[in-house]
């Protein structure tokens, strides 16, 4: 049975996508820790970073660098915060959000949010990704 994840690739399940390329999509959690908390996901089915080869590895974390990046720019923050997890979905996934402090890193799981607040955010997210220059933002 495919991940979540899988479906989400596919196109089964709506997700509001701000980066696709050939290796990975990218989209906005339903439950953010802080405005903007974006998945990075590869498009094979990995379940935990230390089987994922070495070069899809460096491109997930090359594609999360560039979100965080575009997401401190438009949402503000200290710092990006970047995890892997590998819990509730069994299928390779890097979170990154903006962080202003460690406690944001207490519940990766955060709080269900308003989808107009998502889709906001989403739009924001792709916009700065566009004005930044990045190829691969997804519409």
Do not use: K, N
């Not at 399940?13 to 802080?34: G, K, N, Q």
């Not at 094979?44 to 401190?72: C, E, F, K, S, Y």
């Not at 406690?103 to 906001?120: K, M, N, S, T, Y």
Request: aromatic share 6%; net charge negative; glycine share 8%.
């Amino acid at each position: 049975m495919a991940t979540l994840f899988e479906r989400i690739i596919d196109r089964e399940i709506p997700a509001r996508r701000v980066w696709e390329d050939r290796e990975c999509i990218a989209f906005l959690t339903i439950s953010p820790v802080t405005t903007g908390h974006v998945l990075v996901v590869p498009r094979v089915a990995v379940d935990h970073w230390l089987d994922a080869p070495a070069p899809l590895m460096a491109h997930l974390v090359a594609t999360a660098r560039t979100i965080g990046a575009a997401q401190l720019a438009e949402f503000g923050g200290e710092r990006s915060g970047l995890v892997v997890q590998g819990y509730g979905v069994p299928h390779l996934h890097l979170h990154v959000f903006p962080t202003s402090g460690p406690e944001d890193f207490r519940d990766l799981e955060g709080r269900e949010a308003d989808a107009a607040d998502l889709d906001d955010a989403a739009a924001r997210l792709r916009h700065r990704l566009t004005a930044d220059g990045a190829e691969h933002v997804s519409d």
